[in-house]
DNA sequence: TATGAATGAGCATTCATTCAT
DNA sequence: AATGAATGAATGCTCATTCAT
């Protein structure tokens, strides 16, 4: 069946994904991730060249998932702030409630991985996102400022309290997430 | 001689951290280290208990020089602004600046030392741009949020773009970074 | 079908014979000679008990086609030169004619496979040639030595040749085939 | 002390001939190697980069061992045969006084290894042996023929009688090697 | 105190073999 | 009978840590 097939490339993949998250991928041996995925070691290596070929198909995974949540619910008839605090803010919940998910993605941000990744992703200039920001500068809604600035003024701040309640740091309450995505309009708005 | 004992304690941290930013932590081997800091392996254990425990005295170490760029500075004559503004500032640039301490930071933060540490950090609200925020609060020159989610509000796009910089992907000026803390501080005030 | 089952195994033992060949036995996985002979990896254990039962399949199929090539063409009325120059002859140049043979079986002897067939192999006596051999010593026309030496004699320079010229050391002429048989003749005869 | 060093690159290649001899490359677990030679696994990697280098060591150490065995001895003032089979004599007893030796090499050179080595050997032209039949050849005391030809004529009943006597096959006796060297001589000779 | 050779537990990966389909 | 996905034992190699000198 094919099924079955597919089954087991899932369950390594939400495995390393569990364990990788806990552990970070120098802690996560295979055969930690193979049998929280009730699969022989070698199975692993049926599915996935090599264990850096698995993390690499786990963040291609996880920003398959991630994309959409940028993409969806934009309005181009809407006003511009409304898409941005619209992205932002999904981007915020999806982080805040796939704490594994996050906690991968940072790992990989700042592992090689992650770095040659990002420095190959020249198309990350046709994010949605970051159409939207152009949008409103050229209406003189939002500052005249790169777009990667623009884009750190919104995500930064996101990404860096995702990072404290997920730690445990503190707890954010439906009301503060929205007072931080009307901060961070604040902070690119004329 | 008290001098030398120093001088390869000094010579091993210096070492770790251009070789933890290098490769990580990971790809690290105490042998590495040891070569660089031209001491024998041995010696490492003889200032520090473990890799792990010279990981901790590093951050230690690299807090402890980060600490003073936070409170230097302040004139609690000064206006809110003026203070919040500095200490951002002096934070980002030092960040900048110190490339293999950010890139330090980043995996220690992200690492299981990171979490472990942050939870214990208690003693975090005594930090001086805590007591800032605070007064600005008072002084209803400021949002009325706690000060972890005004503290994200200020780092989040700080640490964000010092990244961007640090891994190439683009170039901050010294203008664009007045303009990033100007924005951070519109994203706090009232 | 037993034509097709036949067809299955005669399609395993010839990929393997040209797997072996090229990469050695232990660098040969199942999994390639099945992917050569077109059957699935399983199929291998119907019609061997193991990959060693193959190699050893593999060697008496091979060895029963040398067999022949020492027999035939004997003439038991002709002169004992005639015969033994045949015999080398013809092994001579089916080894130099059939590489793949010829690597397998080396790479055979050469391993405790063959360690263990040639101990077991005393009918080696009734071999055509040590007959031959022997009614020359017979008649005077060969050195009165043990058969396994004259039998060393006949073929050690032809195997030690057969591999110079298939590793591409260097190329052997016709001519030159010749000229080595009839130096082995030099060898022995009296 | 200097001493020590050595002796642990002594045992391990010392461990190295014996197991590779008994079970070949590749059932030769470094594991096991480091146990006959007492000492810990990872120490093998102090001496030798790689399984492969440690291989490629051994080899180097045996010839070096055995390139003197060839040239010792040697007296140009000699006559030709003298030479000739003193050196084929040397290399003969050679060999099956050290099996150990003889069953490495033999499995180095059906390896890539050798076959890699044997490509690159160009200055095997200037081996003693190959003069010295040169100058036979100049004589016209052997047979025209190249001396790649007449080097097998030599050497290959030596190999080939070797490795009987070594797999337990039969007994050479004095008597016995004597003859298979006057033998190889015949086979050469005008 | 300093050294670096030695150690061996731990890891990623391979591959002969099995067995459900 | 045939398949090939699944298995896990086995292997080469790394590296944090120890300890004799």
Known sequence: ??????DKREAILQASLE?????????SPTSEISRRASVGTGTIYRYFESK????????????????PVTSEGIDLEAPVRENVLGIIGRIFRFLLAN???FK??????????????????KESSDRPII???????EQQIIKDLPSEI????CFGPVVFLARDQLYG???????????VLESCWDSIKL
């Not at 069946?1 to 597919?6: F, L, Q, R």
């Not at 850096?52 to 994309?67: N, P, Q, S, V």
């Not at 623009?150 to 003024?153: A, H, K, M």
Request: net charge negative; charged share 25%.
């Open 131 to 137: 159409n939207i920001l152009h949008r409103g500068v």
């Open 52 to 67: 850096d070929a698995l993390i690499e198909a786990l963040y291609e995974e996880i920003d398959g998932r991630l994309r």
């Open 1 to 6: 069946m094919a099924k079955k097939e597919t």
């Open 104 to 121: 991968f993605l940072e790992q990989y941000y700042f592992s090689p991985y992650g770095v040659a990744k990002k420095s190959s992703d």
């Open 150 to 153: 623009l884009f750190g003024l």
């Open 19 to 27: 364990i990788f998250a806990e552990n970070g991928f120098h802690s």
């Open 99 to 101: 704490p594994h998910e």
């Open 169 to 179: 740091y503190f707890e954010l309450s439906n009301e503060m997430v929205e007072a």
